[in-house]
């Protein structure tokens, strides 16, 4: 089956300051790569998803890479505020069909007022 | 708030207790999930209902019995528990399979004595 691994497991930034949280995922037939944000006492909720066919994706002050080639996609924050304190995961599909997400293991992000 | 309700929030059984954790989605979704989620681990997928049917059962022990039903109702049956059982358990749904968007609940933090 799949393997994602996430780097790093913490992360600490200043606010205003970048965010970078990278991948790796194992299965080359994966296609579909979603990114979840997990607050304190909250289940995951998607942030933002990107699919083989681009390279980029951006949302306001969030974006994701994807190098299909290398095998690994980014999550980037731009502009930190304190509120995008939280725990982030990577996932990516497998190709079974169903809708089978294998997750990361996260990133605790703290960003310092 | 996702759409997706778990109850009860928090729950603490013995070894020999039988409880069920309870999942409601309001969202008209037809997917349902079950994930466990540890520490430093990544989420583990579970269970996988399709329309009432279900589509993946991820090598759980026999001691979780999932049960839906109907398209918006999922529980998990709980009986002789170990305390490696202790953990955040959530539940899932979405519109369809196939890469779609899932939509987590709050959770049930499990502590097995």
């Known amino acids: 089956g799949e393997n994602v691994e996430q780097h790093p497991s913490t992360l600490s930034v200043q606010e205003g300051d970048s965010a970078v949280i990278k991948c790796t995922y194992s299965d080359s037939a994966s296609n579909y790569f979603p990114w979840y944000k997990q607050e304190l006492g909250k289940g995951p909720q998607l942030i933002i998803d990107i699919r083989s066919n681009v390279g980029e994706k951006k949302d306001q002050r969030i974006a994701v890479t994807l190098n299909k080639t290398a095998k690994h996609f980014s999550l980037h924050i731009t502009e930190t505020q304190p509120e995008d304190s939280a725990v982030y995961f990577c996932a990516a599909s497998d190709q079974t069909g169903a809708n089978n997400l294998f997750f990361g293991t996260g990133t605790r992000l703290t960003v310092i007022p | 708030e996702t759409g997706v309700t778990q109850t009860p929030r928090h729950l603490v059984m013995g070894m020999t207790n039988k409880k069920s954790l309870k999942c409601e989605q309001h969202l008209g979704h037809n997917a349902m999930y079950w994930y466990k989620q540890s520490a430093k681990k990544p989420l583990e997928l579970m269970f996988v209902?399709?329309?009432?049917?279900?589509?993946e059962n991820n090598s759980v022990p026999s001691r979780f019995s999932p049960e839906c039903p109907n398209s918006s109702h999922l529980f998990l049956h709980l009986h002789t528990l170990q305390p490696e059982d202790s953990a955040l358990y959530l539940c899932?749904?979405?519109?369809?399979?196939?890469?779609?968007?899932?939509?987590f609940g709050p959770g049930t933090r499990l502590t097995v004595l």
């Open positions: 209902y399709n329309f009432k049917e279900q589509t």
């Open positions: 899932a749904s979405s519109q369809g399979m196939a890469r779609n968007e899932q939509f």
